[in-house]
């Protein structure tokens, strides 16, 4: 079983950006699929990126261009650079663990606590 923490959300303005964070502990990182999804008030839980153990990315259409995922397993840890960030950004942001790979929140068993990314206009 994988342990995930995330860190480095906070408030930014239109345009900004913002590193995410996830540490892994418990396991071997590198053998597992790593992603990240957002929930927003009042909205379902959303794929954004997810990067596989063998580092090939997928992003949501709403990030392309602007986020980036990327992961370093002797740190285990998974990152999520997000840049020109937009008010609709704005939502608790998660990182997961899957021992396949998906972009679906059913794909993926183990999951953190989640970090609140804000966008202000």
């Known amino acids: 079983q994988v342990q995930l923490v995330e860190s480095g959300g906070g408030l930014v303005q239109a345009g900004g950006s913002l590193s995410l964070s996830c540490a892994a502990s418990?396991?071997?990182?590198?053998?597992?699929?790593l992603g990240w999804f957002r929930q927003a008030p009042g909205k379902e839980r959303e794929f954004v990126a997810s990067?596989?153990?063998?580092?090939?990315?997928i992003y949501a259409d709403a990030v392309k261009g602007r986020f980036t995922v990327s992961r370093d397993n002797a740190k285990s840890t998974v990152y999520l650079q997000m840049n020109s960030l937009k008010p609709e950004d704005t939502a608790v942001y998660y990182c997961?663990?899957?021992?396949?790979?998906?972009?679906?929140?059913?794909?993926?068993?183990?999951w953190g606590q989640g970090t609140q990314v804000t966008v202000s206009s």
């Open positions: 997961a663990a899957t021992t396949g790979w998906g972009r679906t929140p059913e794909d993926f068993g183990f």
């Open positions: 418990g396991r071997t990182l590198s053998t597992y699929g």
């Open positions: 990067i596989t153990r063998y580092s090939v990315r």
